[in-house]
């Protein structure tokens, strides 16, 4: 209750007129035809207002940029026009990696614009470039996290000068959401240049804060109302031919040929429709591995289009570790028939989110229907509500034959999300309840969170409850093995900002976890404390410390190996400490690494080794080359146990519309070579060809255990 109403104060107090009112853009429609060539002599652009002085964000908060950036906007009956004069102040600089599409933000130079359509400081738009014209995109959600895995159809031009670059694009009016009669928009420009480490926006924004943060957004004020967006009907039909061999089974190799589709279908200019049928995602980019030496499952993220748009509706109830709804759950292994999906804003206040989705019954898995409804309700300044309710039903269900899965799982559950308008007190509040077969009381979790932030001192403090029948069978719960327990994490930290050539910023942070099984005894603790360091280069270091409590809730290998397990209810205390470092991107020669050495189980030992080496032929060719070294002595094994990982990887952009990506990855934990490339060509805005090959080796004598090569063409068609 106490964490509650400070929750409540929180959201009342800031309760206020947006933080950036003064920053006013005003649109007008366009006087005369545009060009998107990248070029600034349309003579539209001479008749509109220019959005300049852009502000420092980092490496200081208190100054105009060193960066001169000009942009202007306009518009038609169909599409949004913007262009950004990037004027650099070292002449030729230029820093990227390759023209790979949705790049990483913090090594290349670009300009990217975030539009808040509907004005509520929370969802919008994001859509950019780097300097060598590679396309940026996504959808955002909370007012700072960009979904980069969301794409739609537009299209921009780069131009680059000795003195400037420039980023011309066209926004189809089909391709966002927003609603007609709103003459009112949020907006910001933000610009990085590595070359002289600076980020900078047209709004200013702190410097704690990302720059697309939408409650540091100005306004975008049209002249008047919009044109509806009109018919906006979207058919994106798939071919593909899929040759794959098992050669540990020995049988002949399988030719499979497949259609399907999705289909996306605008109700209105705030509503989307989004439908799908036996879908294939065979294009979608291989998970990176990674060395478990966790006793829970880890998170691989949602690459799946069809998943994508909104996803924040569904997948972002709930916490990092105690998510109702996952849908990587659907699926896994198991094709999909087909689903529907709607999603969007009812009004300024109201958003809804309705997904259903279909699988096959295969093997002793029986089909299964998955459907999730959630809606989300706009209060104070930035803050929301929000319900969600997940239903798995397994269909034709037989209790002898599908033994492996429950006739059905159900989830509810409700929270506060609160964001205040200057974005210091943010965090959330959720309670969630499941309904199983044969489970029954108990079956409740709890969570909050409440984060103040500002630029020097920062705190979080985070509770989680979680009984010990309490079911997500759709959802991410790892540490649901416990059987019922409490979780604390309380953090703090401080940044010294200094007068330096050299640092920017540093400071400590200490954080302690704590777990409590359901007779309040403790499980888990973790106490770490680091030392942070941050570079004016945009390299960024940490020295860190920890002390470790385990009690094990059942057996466990510690090298998850398959190896002899310690025993349940054993005991087992450990200190270690690290480092971590990652160079600046602004050299074509990039390294990242870490060590951690100290205790472990059982009285052992643990050290491990990190590095990453890259290297681009900029903007066509990005090499990166990673290793994961763990060397683990434990008393009760006879040797030690070394574990490896690592992934060699090529991203070879002929063009940003001509894709070419090979890695290798040897986990010998998991005892598997897995190589995989991929050819993609944007043949035309949305629609592509691929090429994906993969291979799967046993590592001693590099036989080969599965191959398959898949041909896939899409075509995006407006109707």
């Given at each position: 209750m106490r964490l509650f109403l400070w929750f409540l104060l929180c959201g009342v107090t800031v309760f206020a007129q947006k933080k950036n009112e003064a920053f006013q853009y005003h649109i007008f429609e366009a006087k005369g035809t545009i060009k998107i060539d990248g070029l600034e002599n349309d003579p539209a652009w001479q008749t509109t207002e220019v959005a300049k002085d852009y502000f420092m964000i980092t490496p200081?908060?208190?100054?105009?940029?060193?960066?001169?950036?000009?942009?202007?906007?306009?518009?038609?009956?169909?599409?949004?026009?913007?262009?950004?004069?990037?004027?650099k102040a070292v002449k030729g600089s230029l820093v990227v990696e390759s023209l790979k599409r949705d790049f990483s933000f913090g090594a290349n130079d670009n300009f990217f614009v975030v539009l808040d359509t509907f004005e509520d400081l929370t969802n919008g738009f994001s859509f950019g470039a780097s300097a060598a014209g590679a396309y940026w995109d996504g959808q955002e959600s909370d007012g700072t996290i960009i979904n980069l895995n969301w794409d739609n159809k537009w299209h921009c031009v780069t131009k680059n000068y000795e003195d400037r670059w420039v980023w011309e694009a066209v926004i189809p009016f089909k391709t966002i959401r927003y609603r007609p009669d709103n003459l009112r928009w949020g907006i910001n420009g933000s610009r990085l240049d590595i070359t002289t480490n600076e980020k900078s926006a047209w709004a200013p924004v702190p410097r704690q804060f990302q720059s697309a943060n939408l409650g540091?957004?100005?306004?975008?004020?049209?002249?008047?109302?919009?044109?509806?967006?009109?018919?906006?009907?979207?058919?994106?039909?798939?071919?593909?031919?899929?040759?794959?061999?098992?050669?540990?089974?020995?049988?002949?190799?399988?030719?499979?040929?497949?259609?399907?589709?999705?289909?996306?279908?605008?109700?209105?200019?705030?509503?989307?429709?989004?439908?799908?049928?036996?879908?294939?995602?065979?294009?979608?980019?291989?998970?990176?591995?990674?060395?478990?030496?966790?006793?829970?499952?880890?998170f691989f993220p949602e690459r799946r289009q069809f998943f994508l748009e909104n996803a924040d509706l569904f997948a972002s109830f709930g916490f990092t570790t105690l998510r109702p709804f996952f849908s990587r759950r659907i699926g896994l292994g198991v094709p999909i028939l087909f689903g529907a999906r709607l999603s969007g804003k009812l009004d300024k206040n109201w958003r809804i989110g309705v997904l259903d989705t279909q699988t096959q019954s295969q093997g002793d898995l029986p089909a299964q229907n998955f459907?999730?409804?959630?809606?989300?309700?706009?209060?104070?300044?930035?803050?929301?509500?929000?319900?969600?309710?997940?239903?798995?039903?397994?269909?034709?269900?037989?209790?002898?034959?599908?033994?492996?899965?429950?006739?059905?799982?159900?989830?509810?559950?409700?929270?506060?999300?609160?964001?205040?308008?200057?974005?210091?007190?943010?965090?959330?509040?959720?309670?969630?309840?499941?309904?199983?077969?044969?489970?029954?009381?108990?079956?409740?979790?709890?969570?909050?969170?409440?984060?103040?932030?500002?630029?020097?001192?920062?705190?979080?403090?985070?509770?989680?409850?979680?009984?010990?029948?309490?079911?997500?069978?759709?959802?991410?719960?790892?540490?649901a093995a416990r059987r019922g327990y409490q979780m604390a994490v309380p953090n703090v930290g401080y940044l010294f900002f200094v007068n330096s050539t050299k640092l920017i910023s540093h400071g400590p942070l200490l954080q302690s976890t704590f777990f409590w099984n359901k007779s309040n005894h403790l499980t888990d603790n973790e106490t770490f404390l680091a030392y942070n360091f941050n570079f004016r280069s945009r390299a960024v270091g940490m020295i860190w410390a920890t002390t470790n409590y385990v009690q094990l809730l059942a057996p466990f290998d510690p090298t998850n190996t398959g190896r002899e397990k310690l025993a349940a209810g054993t005991n087992h205390h450990w200190k270690s400490w690290g480092t971590d470092f990652t160079s600046s991107p602004r050299a074509r020669f990039t390294y990242a690494f870490s060590t951690r050495y100290g205790g472990f189980y059982a009285n052992g030992s643990r050290l491990n080794l990190k590095t990453t080496l890259g290297y681009r032929f900029q903007p066509y060719v990005a090499t990166k080359f990673s290793?994961?070294?763990?060397?683990?002595?434990?008393?009760?094994?006879?040797?030690?146990?070394?574990?490896?990982?690592?992934?060699?990887?090529?991203?070879?952009?002929?063009?940003?519309?001509?894709?070419?990506?090979?890695?290798?990855?040897?986990?010998?934990?998991?005892?598997?070579?897995?190589?995989?490339?991929?050819?993609?060509?944007?043949?035309?805005?949305?629609?592509?060809?691929?090429?994906?090959?993969?291979?799967?080796?046993?590592?001693?004598?590099?036989?080969?255990?599965?191959?398959?090569?898949?041909?896939?063409?899409?075509?995006?068609?407006?109707?």
């Open positions: 200081m908060d208190t100054s105009l940029a060193r960066n001169k950036t000009e942009m202007r906007l306009c518009y038609d009956k169909n599409n949004l026009y913007i262009i950004a004069v990037n004027y540091y957004a100005g306004v975008l004020i049209w002249d008047k109302p919009l044109p509806p967006a009109g018919k906006n009907v979207s058919l994106i039909p798939y071919a593909l031919t899929n040759v794959s061999k098992n050669y540990t089974t020995g049988k002949s190799a399988e030719w499979k040929p497949a259609i399907g589709g999705d289909a996306k279908i605008a109700l209105n200019s705030s509503m989307n429709l989004d439908l799908t049928v036996n879908p294939d995602f065979s294009q979608v980019e291989v998970d990176v591995q990674q060395t478990n030496l966790d006793r829970f499952e880890l459907a999730v409804v959630a809606l989300q309700r706009k209060v104070f300044a930035r803050s929301n509500v929000g319900i969600l309710m997940v239903n798995k039903e397994s269909l034709g269900y037989d209790a002898q034959i599908n033994k492996s899965t429950n006739q059905y799982n159900r989830n509810i559950g409700a929270e506060f999300n609160l964001a205040s308008a200057n974005n210091i007190w943010t965090g959330k509040a959720t309670v969630l309840k499941s309904f199983s077969p044969h489970l029954s009381g108990n079956d409740v979790a709890i969570s909050s969170l409440l984060n103040f932030n500002r630029a020097k001192f920062f705190w979080q403090l985070r509770h989680e409850f979680v009984g010990e029948n309490y079911n997500a069978e759709v959802g991410y719960v790892p540490n290793v994961d070294y763990n060397y683990i002595k434990v008393p009760y094994l006879q040797t030690p146990v070394e574990l490896w990982l690592v992934g060699p990887r090529v991203d070879v952009t002929f063009t940003n519309s001509l894709f070419w990506t090979t890695f290798v990855q040897y986990n010998s934990q998991a005892k598997n070579i897995n190589l995989n490339t991929r050819l993609q060509w944007r043949y035309q805005p949305a629609s592509d060809l691929f090429i994906v090959y993969t291979d799967n080796y046993l590592p001693e004598n590099l036989m080969v255990k599965s191959r398959a090569i898949v041909l896939k063409l899409t075509y995006w068609w407006n109707v």
